[in-house]
């Protein structure tokens, strides 16, 4: 979601990537990014060549007790050296816990680590979510750092990983395809459709994702099509390169995974966050003191406890999010507002949802209309959540006030719920919307977005 969010606000950046030669075929590689990208080699196993890629991590050969099951193993199995995404790179740099939690009993597991927005205070959690197949091997979607700590709560669950999937463009879900790819070399890579670099369009295999099969929308001849659906969102540009997410839908869990669709943002902070990144986040720093508009604010230091760590992390969620600004000196009200409720990201309804509301509702009606869920899964933030159809659609319930009543394709119970359900899914105070709407109006009149992409015709009403 970070880097999504990124692109989208700095697409006319010139910082070019760098190309080095990696020699260890375990390193890490950058893809669908539009930062420079920087790594250092540790160790390397062999001096075969693999050729010319763009390197941005690589995990360290360290020894160190095994990871327990509950995700805590030791400080040395956490060690990963990750500096990607310059100017804004994405953290942490040299350590990644990794939590696993079992969200289905015997059948699906959810791992985290943070994710910082670069040398700042921001974080957020970034999730892989894993499926056992009834064949008893393993499905990966979206890997994230493969630390001795995760590879080993991996391997823990006994079964060999069979598939690896990259569900979307986005760069932050991108970055630890190849190197996790590498831990297990047996697995087939499947990565969504329209995959896309910037300022160089290169074709995978140069960021270190080799013989990746391209997922198709309602495709049934994938390997785990009898147990595992999916349906492609594939937009037209909406700015520097479309927006690309692939649903999927677990038959015999009832579950909707999703990337950065749709959020839950939850009352307290995910476990992986640091309680150092909660209460740097507590700070009165440069940010606030920019805001407070000249107010005396006090400057000693942040005492660590629960009230410090929770004003960290709804500052880190409103800042995230690009809600209210100005209300990071008192973050509560705003955080209120978003929590504890299924929506889709302020920042991506607006920089993204809102230019292509056909292509985006056509997706929402495909899954809400053939897949009966009963729990989603995001790879941010919290999950499961406890969500089905008609909460699914009063998220996205800001669509019918962009395409109008000259778009209709809902059925009237669905209707009836996005009316009842949506505004309230979807509101938040204009005071919280001002930033936003001033970048939105701003990139518009650049040109670096667009305002309005008319996925297709609209269709009149049906009677």
Not at 28 to 51: C, N
Not at 146 to 164: D, W
Request: glycine fraction near 8%; charged fraction near 20%; include cysteine.
């Amino acid at each position: 979601m970070m880097a999504a969010v990124m692109v989208a606000s700095c697409p006319k950046s010139t910082i070019l990537h760098n190309s080095i030669c990696p020699r260890d075929p375990n390193s890490g590689f950058l893809g669908g990014s539009s930062f420079k990208s920087i790594s250092l080699q540790l160790k390397p196993k062999s001096t075969r060549r693999d050729g010319i890629h763009l390197v941005v991590a690589s995990a360290s050969k360290t020894s160190s007790d095994s990871a327990s099951a509950s995700g805590g193993g030791g400080g040395g199995g956490r060690f990963y050296i990750n500096f990607t995404g310059f100017p804004f790179p994405l953290g942490p740099f040299l350590s990644r816990r990794t939590i696993r939690t079992e969200a289905v009993k015997g059948c699906i597991w959810l791992f985290e680590q943070e994710q910082a927005l670069g040398f700042s205070s921001v974080s957020t959690n970034i999730r892989m979510t894993v499926i056992k197949l009834k064949s008893g091997g393993l499905w990966v979607h979206a890997p994230i750092a493969p630390t001795k700590e995760c590879i080993q709560l991996v391997t823990e669950l006994g079964a060999p990983v069979e598939f690896i999937v990259l569900p979307t463009f986005a760069y932050e879900h991108k970055i630890f395809v190849g190197p996790f790819s590498r831990k297990f070399p047996e697995a087939q890579i499947w990565v969504a459709p329209r995959q896309w670099s910037w300022p160089l369009n290169l074709p995978l295999e140069f960021f270190g994702i080799f013989r990746a099969k391209t997922l198709q929308d309602d495709d049934l001849s994938t390997p785990w099509a009898d147990e595992i659906e999916h349906k492609v969102l594939s937009s037209p540009e909406v700015g520097i390169g479309p927006y690309v997410e692939v649903a999927f839908y677990h038959k015999r869990s009832r579950t909707l995974l999703v990337t950065d669709a749709v959020i839950f943002v939850p009352r307290k902070p995910p476990e992986c966050i640091t309680k150092e990144s909660l209460l740097a986040s507590a700070k009165n720093g440069l940010a606030v003191k920019i805001l407070s508009k000249g107010r005396d604010l006090p400057q000693e230091p942040v005492v660590d406890n629960n009230m410090n760590r929770q004003k960290g992390w709804e500052r880190m969620v409103l800042q995230i999010l690009f809600l209210g600004p100005s209300n990071l000196l008192e973050p509560k009200a705003s955080f209120a507002q978003m929590s504890q409720k299924l929506i889709v990201s302020p920042i991506v309804k607006t920089l993204v949802f809102s230019k292509v509301p056909e292509k985006v509702r056509d997706w929402i009606n495909s899954i809400a209309r053939d897949w009966k869920f009963k729990r989603i899964i995001p790879a941010h933030f919290a999950a499961p959540i406890n969500a089905g159809r008609s909460e699914l659609l009063a998220a996205f319930g800001f669509l019918d006030e962009l395409l109008g009543e000259g778009y209709v394709t809902q059925p009237s119970l669905w209707l009836l719920f996005t009316s009842l359900m949506g505004k309230a899914a979807s509101y938040f105070p204009p005071d919280d919307m001002k930033t936003l709407s001033s970048l939105d109006q701003f990139l518009v009149s650049v040109g670096a977005v667009k305002k309005t992409v008319s996925g297709r015709k609209r269709q009149s009403v049906t009677n």
